[in-house]
Every structure is written in C-alpha cells, then in structure tokens.
C-alpha cells in the first residue's frame, strides 16, 4: 500500500480565493481525519469519519470550512474563502480504529494564504 | 478533558548525549499513550506505545513507561543519533474510543 496520500504538497494561494484539500486514506481503514498543524496551536483535530459518515467536527474552526467523505477513497477539506490565518499544515491520517495508536498520516498539505 | 503536556523545546543535544523528554496527561477513562515522531518535511510516524499503567513501549532504542501514578509518559533514550533529530509527540486516547489528542511537540537537535 503506498499508504497515506495527499495532494497538493504545497499551496499558495490568495486571500479570499478557495482552497481544497485532498486525502486518499489506506485501503480497508475505516476512520479518517484531519489535523491542523501549526506553531502556535500545534496538532488540532478538525474533523473526522468513520465509514465515510462525519463524527465530529466540533474542531471545524468556523464555517468557512467543510468537509466531505464521499467514498472509502477520498475525502476533501475545503477553505472559502480562505484568510491568511488559515496558513498551516494540514494532516490527512486514516485509521481501524479511534485510537490504537494505528493512525497512519499523510504528509500533509503546507498551506500559504497571502 | 483530556490533554497532554510536553515540555517545551527545542532540545539541543550532542551525539551520545541521554535524551529524556518529559510528557504527563489528564484523562478520563483508562487513557492509551503514545509517542509519535515527525521528520522534517513529513507526516507524524508511531514511535511507541504502552495501553496499561506500568507498561513500558519501546521502539528503535527509545522506551517510554507508562505511570498512572504520577500520570506521565516520558521518552528516553540511553544514546542519541544525529538521525534521532525530528519532532517528537506525545499522545493519548481515552479507553481506546475518542481520536489521539497530541501534545504540542518537543523539538531535538541533535549535533555531532
């Protein structure tokens, strides 16, 4: 399995444009989330899914973002319009478990917003 | 809640050096534990792991004890490597049922 697989690496992009992030977890696992990654805030759990249905989003920072989980294969995080406090790495980790300690993470999203 | 605090980096050691960081959680439940390592540029990979109090994990010469009495976890290793130098976090689940919660991260440097 190649594991994890996020796209883009890297985005630039400007203020107020939208941004969509995208995630292909492992075959057969059946939790995926996303994490936010910044120096001050550190790792922040954002959302996540259990057999592609959201569980809890209560870490979704505001409406300007969404989430969506249409098959087992993909999942997408979306910013609009995006702000330049957005600016973080954004992690993609798919799991068979909550917790376990099986997550396995993606490598990630740097997201610029100028 | 449950939360995990890390002490504050960066850690700055010499190759050989004794690596200790220090890690210590509230949680309700019986919490699983964890420690994750991130090199630059990449996605967070599991370290180690202990689910019960008294439990030690150990991977790649690191080990981690878990201690319900004192409620921590911390990371050690008898001899660092230049290649040791990345991110390290600690993490818990509460009952093995609600996401990993991660402390905010240690940074090691380690130099020749």
């Known amino acids: 399995d190649a594991g994890v697989i996020q796209s883009p690496r890297h985005e630039v992009t400007e203020m107020g444009q939208e941004v969509t992030l995208r995630c292909k977890p492992i075959?057969?696992?059946?939790?995926l989330f996303w994490y936010r990654q910044t120096m001050m805030r550190g790792l922040e759990l954002l959302i996540y899914f259990n057999n592609n249905v959201p569980i809890d989003d209560s870490g979704m920072p505001e409406d300007r973002f969404s989430a969506k989980m249409p098959n087992a294969s993909f999942s997408t995080l979306k910013i609009q319009p995006s702000e330049p406090r957005d600016s973080a790495v954004y992690f993609c980790a798919s799991s068979q478990t909550t917790g376990g300690g099986g997550y396995t993470f993606g490598s990630g999203t740097r997201l610029t917003v100028v | 809640g449950n939360s995990v605090t890390q002490m504050e980096g960066p850690v700055t050691l010499s190759e050989e050096a004794f690596l200790t960081i220090n890690c210590t959680y509230t949680?309700?439940?019986?919490?699983?534990l964890f420690w994750y390592v991130q090199y630059p540029g990449e996605g967070l990979q599991l370290l180690l792991k202990a689910t019960k109090a008294d439990d030690k994990g150990s991977n790649k010469g690191f080990e981690a004890t878990y201690r319900k009495e004192t409620t921590s976890f911390h990371l050690e290793k008898g001899s660092v490597q230049v290649s040791d130098s990345a991110v390290y976090f600690c993490?818990?689940?509460?009952?093995?049922?609600?996401?990993?919660?991660f402390g905010k991260g240690t940074r090691l440097s380690v130099i020749a």
């Open positions: 075959s057969g696992h059946d939790y």
């Open positions: 949680a309700t439940g019986y919490p699983s």
């Open positions: 993490a818990l689940t509460s009952s093995g049922n609600t996401p990993l919660v």
